[in-house]
């Protein structure tokens, strides 16, 4: 009989100078991992430039890995109004390359991303981290932060691939 073939999910940590993103592979129920990075935009380059950048990489990362889905992180409650602005335009530009691409996408808020990778929603960002870790079955926790997000995202995507993926 064939073996199955394994989907994977691409997860991203949206924001306009660093976007994190991991790659995870379903394999068989267990979350295994295959890739992690960043996207950095030089905060000298014009916003468009920048949002051009981001756009552009995300499409080369579907374009190699060919998701199942993508997860990414909804934009939380957020006291700055012009962080939060640059990564509601980050968010939209990789929103934009996944809906080229057709992949499906999932989102998700903090909170859900970690009961999924935790069991606890307001786990702390070590201890998500220190989960990450564990359930990739990696020597250390990925660095920096955003790549740990990214690879959490994309574990919580893995949780709710029944939904058509």
Same mark, same amino acid.
């Given at each position: ?10 997860? *991203?940590? !949206? =924001? ?12 068989? =129920? ?8 960043? /996207? ?19 499409? +080369?990362? *579907?374009?190699?890995?060919? !998701?199942? =889905?993508?997860? /990414? %992180? ?12 640059? &990564?509601? %335009? ?9 809906? %080229? ?10 909170? #859900? &991303? ?10 702390? +960002?070590?201890?998500? #981290? #220190?989960?990450?870790? #564990? *359930? @990739?079955?990696?020597?250390?926790? !990925?660095?920096?932060?955003? &790549? ?12 709710? +691939? =029944?939904?058509? @993926?």
């Amino acid at each position: 009989m064939p073996r199955k073939k394994r989907k994977c999910i691409l997860g *991203i940590d !949206p =924001g306009i100078h660093r976007t994190g993103y991991g790659v995870v592979v379903d394999d068989r =129920g267990t979350a295994r991992y295959q890739d992690a990075g960043l /996207i950095e935009t030089s905060k000298l380059l014009p916003h468009e430039r920048r949002l051009t950048k981001i756009h552009r990489a995300v499409g +080369k990362l *579907i374009t190699k890995y060919r !998701p199942a =889905g993508i997860a /990414i %992180e909804q934009l939380f409650f957020c006291t700055n109004t012009k962080t939060a602005l640059a &990564v509601g %335009e980050a968010r939209g530009v990789i929103l934009l390359a996944a809906g %080229e691409s057709r992949i499906p996408i999932m989102e998700f808020t903090p909170l #859900q &991303v970690k009961q999924a990778v935790t069991g606890y929603g307001k786990a702390d +960002k070590h201890q998500v #981290q #220190q989960m990450v870790k #564990q *359930i @990739l079955g990696l020597n250390t926790i !990925p660095k920096p932060d955003d &790549v740990a997000d990214g690879l959490a995202i994309a574990i919580c995507g893995t949780h709710t +691939k =029944g939904r058509g @993926l």
